[in-house]
């Protein structure tokens, strides 16, 4: 049996990302910030162990790791994010808010990779995928404005590149995934893809991923993302 652990596993693409590992007969670590109010996680089937952990609570993010040190963790799912402030215009950027939304979605893939490398290694698929945007690609970047949100996935993108240097040594894997624009609370029920379809999407992705792979930036259909 395979198995992932799962950050912001509550709501969203994580919470599908959840259901759909657990139909398929994975292991699934599902973490949240408030595992009593995660209703709809609680009552998903399967083998499923729901953890409290705020992404930015790094010294939280140690303890679950020693909980979990026996584990064999195939898949480290990156996936809670922070969209941050809707005011996105030159002249608008909120610089609180934007070290908030750097915390969650930059710093605490890096930390979650370090803390996790060892349960990675020890599993047999040895992968690490983050959830990134294409909003985070520079070389795409045609409409400006989100300096947050944008910069915050760029240097996802960063650290994903880096890690897939240092870590090819030990056969792990690392890439970052657009999962397209999605309906949920982030992304608004006017968004393109629905969860089902963007979270198969980037199922099949991992599922065929191989070392070769590692480093890249690719969307939930399988194309490659610029950077
Ligand atoms: N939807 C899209 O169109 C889209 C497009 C590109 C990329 N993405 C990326 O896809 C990922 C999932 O997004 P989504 O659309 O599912 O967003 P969402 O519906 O807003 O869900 C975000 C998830 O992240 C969790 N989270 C936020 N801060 C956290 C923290 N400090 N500790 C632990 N969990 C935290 C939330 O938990 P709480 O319930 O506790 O707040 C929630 O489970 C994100 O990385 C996002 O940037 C989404």
């Known amino acids: ?19 759909q590992y657990a139909a398929a007969g994975w292991k699934v670590l599902a973490t949240c910030r408030d595992p009593q109010n995660a209703t709809e996680l609680n009552t998903i089937a399967g083998e499923i162990q729901v953890l409290p952990l705020d992404v930015t609570d790094y010294l939280a993010i140690e303890t ?10 195939d898949l480290l799912l ?29 710093q605490a ?8 490398v060892e349960q990675v290694a020890n599993s047999d698929k040895k992968l690490i995928v983050s959830i990134s945007s294409r909003l985070g690609s520079i070389g ?35 890439v970052v995934l657009h999962p397209g ?4 609370d982030m992304g608004g029920p006017n968004a393109a893809v629905d969860p089902v379809e963007s979270v198969a999407g980037m199922r099949s992705v991992i599922d065929n991923l191989t070392t070769a792979d590692t ?3 690719i969307s939930y259909d399988g194309s490659s993302i610029d950077w």
Request: charged share 25%; glycine share 10%.
């Open 64 to 73: 679950v790791s020693r909980i979990l040190r026996a584990e064999k963790i």
């Open 215 to 217: 480093g890249r930036n």
């Open 181 to 184: 624009w999605a309906q949920t």
């Open 109 to 116: 893939p890096l930390k979650m990779a370090e803390c996790f």
């Open 140 to 174: 795409e970047n045609d409409e400006g404005q989100q300096y947050t949100y944008r910069s915050t996935k760029a240097a996802l993108n960063a650290i994903n590149k880096s890690m897939s240097v240092d870590l090819v040594g030990r056969g792990i894997t690392t």
């Open 1 to 19: 049996m395979s198995t992932v652990l799962i950050t912001g596993a509550n709501r969203g693409l994580g919470l599908e990302f959840t259901r």
């Open 78 to 106: 990156n996936n809670a994010g922070l969209y941050g402030s809707r005011a996105v215009a030159f002249g608008e950027t909120d610089y609180e808010d934007w070290f908030d939304v750097f915390r969650v979605n930059t």
